[in-house]
Structures are given as C-alpha cells and as structure tokens.
C-alpha cells in the first residue's frame, strides 16, 4: 500500500453486536463524503443466511443518504473471508471496530482486527471503543510522524486521503523532553515529510508534542484538538502480531476519541 484512491465502497464487517456496529455511522459519513455506498458484510454466523441478511437490512435501515449494500458471506475464516471480499471489489476501504463479540474486554484491539490488519489488500480504518459518536462536518486529518524509514507509505496515504476527503492535514511528532536536538532543530524534524507533500495540494500544519509517553500524547492531542482521524503506520511482516500492529498504535487504538487509519509499511 503506497497510495491512497478514492474509494467508492465502505466495507463494513459486523458481527451482530453492538460494537461492531459502531463502525457503521462512520462509514456512513465517509461514503457520503466520498460520494461512495457502504457494503455491510457479515458471515453465517446466526445459522441462516435469511437470519443473516435479515439482520443486516435491519442495521441498513439507520443509514441514510447513501446506498447500502448487504452481503453474506459462507465462511467462518472472517479475516481471510473479508480480505477476500475487498480482492473482488477495487477501490474498497474497510472499515471496522476493533472489538466484536468475541473480543476480550481487556484487549487494546481484537484478533480479527488485528489479522485483518495485517493481511488485507484495502486501506483498514479502525474505530476503536472509546472513540466517540462520529459524524463531523469538518475533517481534521492528523498523521503520527516519527521519521523512520517507510515513512513515505505512510504520507502518500495521508495524503491522499486528506485531498480526497477535501481536509487539512496535520503532521504531529512526539518528542521527548529531553530530546534536545529535535527540539532546537524542529524544522530539520519535519523537512523530509513537507518536502514531499510540496505540490500535492494538501493544506498541512507542523505539531511538535513534548512527551515522555507518545500515546497518551497522541491521545490528549486528539481530544484538545478535536481531531476527527489519526492515520497511523503498522510494521512489516515480521514477528508477532502484536508486534506488528506496534505498541503506539496499539496504545492509541485503545484509548483515541477518533478512528484510526491504518497504513502497512509493506518495506519494513
């Protein structure tokens, strides 16, 4: 994944709880934003394909403004059934919570999630369960820099994504207090990102957040700046998949008032 386009479905996986269902609203105000449906996906799961599509219609019907599609899928493998599905359909972004029915109330992001993460061949928008009721009229995109190398990646979907949705996008570092260099050098920090999104069109602002604990920065910056989205990166494919995800990410799903947007840093 290293660019971002438009897309002209949301794929919403549910599970027939209600906090999968939180994803829904979301996709909602994308896809209207985007000018694009929402596609409500779910399995077998309740025994019956009626029973199945029947509750999705009825999850369908609290959308309005948009078209919805509803799809049942016979698998019980979910993550690889719902990567399999956006193969079929170009231009998919899915978009889901991060805990479901299954999910373990003391975990940061649960295991469908997380795998869909790392497999998927679409861009992954996670709502996490403290983000708050989200329809915003105005997009205030923020992208959590932190200068390693992939970082490309994550730009041009931040990028991408901010002049698609028609929003500002902030660039937000989080630096440690003793961190003497970055702090007298800010700029130096900063050069390689705003040198390569010269030109986009992308209207961007600078964030330099002093901080012992980037998370819990990230996580206050967002709720003082109102932040409507994070776009945050993921690691390679190498080791568990918790290391995968990365623990600011994991640390920010698990607490951000906002969705977050996923980037696989596929060179890492």
Not at 74 to 83: C, K, L, P, S, T
Not at 241 to 254: E, K, N
């Amino acid at each position: 994944m290293t660019a971002f386009e438009t897309p002209s479905e949301l794929v919403v996986p549910l599970d027939g709880s209600k906090l999968a269902e939180r994803a829904v609203s979301v996709a909602g105000s994308l896809a209207a934003r985007f000018g694009g449906k929402v596609v409500l996906l779910t399995t077998d799961w309740l025994e019956a394909r009626e029973s199945a599509l029947e509750y999705l219609q009825g999850v369908a019907a609290t959308l309005s403004g948009v078209p919805v599609e509803s799809v049942v899928l016979g698998a019980r493998d979910v993550a690889v059934a719902i990567n399999s599905f956006v193969r079929t359909r170009p231009g998919s972004m899915i978009c889901m919570t991060t805990h479901g029915r299954s999910g373990f109330r003391w975990a940061l992001i649960g295991s469908v999630a997380e795998e869909v993460v790392q497999i998927a061949d679409a861009p992954v928008l996670l709502v996490g369960r403290r983000c708050a009721p989200w329809l915003p009229a105005d997009l205030r995109v923020v992208m959590c820099h932190d200068g390693s190398s992939g970082e490309d990646e994550l730009v041009d979907v931040a990028a991408g994504f901010a002049r698609a949705a028609g929003a500002p996008l902030w660039i937000a570092t989080v630096m440690h207090p003793l961190d003497v260099e970055s702090a007298e050098n800010p700029r130096e920090l900063f050069a390689p990102v705003v040198a390569r999104l010269a030109g986009t069109g992308v209207e961007t602002r600078t964030w330099l957040i002093r901080s012992n604990y980037t998370p819990g920065a990230l996580v206050d910056f967002a709720e003082e700046h109102s932040v409507s989205m994070f776009v945050m990166a993921t690691h390679g494919r190498q080791g568990a998949a918790r290391v995968f995800v990365g623990s600011v990410t994991m640390g920010v799903l698990g607490n951000a008032p906002c969705p977050v947007l996923t980037v696989r840093r596929t060179g890492a």
